[in-house]
């Protein structure tokens, strides 16, 4: 399902709309995130982020992608989640609000869970994927198509008070180096570490953020990603290490 903008031509001055983006970026580089087509897979507490905040600085294209429906156990920390939206789909509610947000943002939704014979589809024509998925085989899923297609790969991961982000471009050995081989990583591939440790709300939205940021900084060609380097955040401790993973 695509969901053109709400009007082809945005109706608030770019100028305007981009005013205090200025200075920290330029003009050519406001321009080049307009040109950029960003895929967002899982749309819960760091993709309703990741959207957001991706939308707000003027990514033009976004392709959000979850089969899920949202349920009262998200209301505590998803972004995107409200009571007047339980049983509603994650990623028709994050097409509307990307809509609400910035309307000369092209979005594509599709409310569908993520397999191996539809993610050379979901990513077609992306330039970087950011994974906000909640289980290590789906992430070794992504990593594997975003690294056919010749794309980097943002990703994040919370539990409890923790967040973790690491960047991962094509050829890379990626989560392996995290988690190890795909058959020995221990995970269920139908839950999320959050049944077990929970998850608040500050540090979603946190992680959410170095998500965006990392994202921004592979499109722009500024700063230091975190290519082959894992961050580590403990918000109970306001402690932040990046590790070398090679």
């Not at 221990?186 to 994202?215: M, Y």
Request: proline share 3%; aromatic share 4%.
């Amino acid at each position: 399902m695509t969901t053109d903008p709400i009007d082809p031509i945005d109706p608030i001055d770019p100028g305007e709309r981009y005013a205090r983006n200025f200075n920290t970026l330029s003009r050519a580089d406001q321009e080049k995130l307009g040109q950029a087509h960003v895929a967002v897979i899982g749309l819960g507490g760091l993709g309703g982020g990741v959207c957001e905040f991706l939308a707000r600085t003027g990514v033009g294209r976004l392709t959000l992608v979850d089969g899920d429906c949202f349920d009262a156990t998200n209301l505590n920390r998803q972004l995107l989640s409200r009571e007047d939206v339980l049983g509603n789909s994650k990623a028709e509610e994050a097409g509307k609000r990307v809509g609400l947000i910035n309307s000369g943002v092209e979005v594509s939704v599709h409310h569908a869970f993520i397999r191996e014979d539809n993610l050379a589809d979901l990513l077609e024509g992306t330039d970087l994927v950011v994974d906000c998925l909640d289980t290590i085989h789906s992430r070794f899923l992504l990593q594997d198509a975003a690294g056919s297609l010749n794309i980097p790969l943002v990703s994040g991961a919370i539990a409890g008070v923790t967040g973790q982000v690491t960047v991962i471009f094509p050829g890379d050995r990626g989560f392996e180096l995290i988690y190890g081989r795909p058959e020995t990583s221990g995970d269920d591939p139908g839950r999320g570490i959050e049944t077990r440790t929970g998850n608040i709300s500050f540090c979603a939205g946190f992680t959410a953020s170095l998500q965006a940021s990392e994202t921004l900084k592979i499109l722009l060609g500024k700063g230091e990603v975190l290519r082959n380097k894992l961050l580590i955040a403990d918000l109970w401790t306001n402690t932040v290490e990046v590790m070398d993973l090679i």
